[in-house]
């Protein structure tokens, strides 16, 4: 099966509008996103309007939950400081049919996806909005593993630490890096993060996906204008790190 799978795209329009000229070079119609769409970027409205367009579904991320329910108090100050800005400017008044539907949208993306023998989550199969899966997990937090393989069938697809690469049912982790983006997809159980399109941190300022074609996956980077989005950033006021930061992949 050929598709895409993107993730975090946290309001970066300029990181987002490039993914989809690859994708649509490859023919992908079946993109899906697994959420955190807005949060930290200028451009929250821009981004839920492409996603609605471009992917066949999108999954809540904490991000995104956050903004909705105003439930901000496990949030760094940085996070909750660009939610709050995110939320005076999505929140639907009385008149605003457009707002309405993004934040409907929004509030309507499932948790987890079942799929052509995939599982979909934003972080965890045990906690799909909250819980990290980090590389150190498979020797420092077994149990924690164990639960969470328990949960799945197949390759199981998330996000949330931005570490593009996947957990295999040893519970070894396989970093992607620019040196290794095509891998086989395991046949076993396993979990696959797709690195993030916004707010990639592995030290790759570039924007990171993942396209899954027929037992591979295929991690692609790609650049956008770091820059236009440092500027839209300041220009709104918020935090000059979420600008800074753009630049080391961190």
Not at 28 to 38: A, E, N, P
Not at 82 to 105: A, N, V
Not at 182 to 207: A, E, M, T
Request: hydrophobic residues 35%; charged residues 25%.
């Amino acid at each position: 099966s050929l598709c895409a799978v993107i993730s975090h795209l946290h309001a970066t329009l300029p990181a987002l509008d490039p993914v989809f000229s690859p994708l649509a070079h490859l023919g992908i119609q079946d993109i899906y996103c697994l959420g955190d769409v807005v949060g930290y970027g200028p451009w929250p409205e821009e981004c839920v309007d492409l996603v609605m367009e471009r992917c066949r579904w999108t999954l809540k991320g904490n991000h995104d939950e956050g903004m909705l329910t105003g439930a901000m108090h496990d949030f760094n100050p940085l996070a909750r400081e660009s939610l709050m800005w995110t939320r005076k400017r999505m929140k639907p008044g009385f008149f605003s049919p457009r707002k309405k539907k993004r934040w409907q949208y929004l509030e309507a993306a499932p948790s987890r996806v079942d799929q052509d023998g995939f599982a979909f989550v934003h972080a965890s199969p045990r906690d799909p909005i909250r819980e990290y899966v980090l590389k150190s997990d498979g020797f420092l937090d077994p149990e924690k593993m164990e639960e969470n393989f328990s949960l799945i069938e197949g390759p199981c697809f998330n996000g949330h630490t931005h570490q593009p690469g996947f957990t295999t049912s040893d519970f070894r982790f396989h970093q992607a890096s620019p040196d290794r983006l095509v891998w086989d997809l395991p046949k076993d159980p396993c979990i696959i993060n797709v690195g993030s399109v916004g707010q990639p941190r592995d030290g790759d300022p570039r924007s990171c996906f993942l396209v899954v074609d027929d037992g591979k996956l295929l991690y692609q980077r790609v650049d956008y204008d770091i820059q236009r989005t440092q500027k839209e950033i300041l220009i709104q006021r918020m935090s000059p790190y979420l600008a800074e930061r753009l630049v080391h992949g961190r």
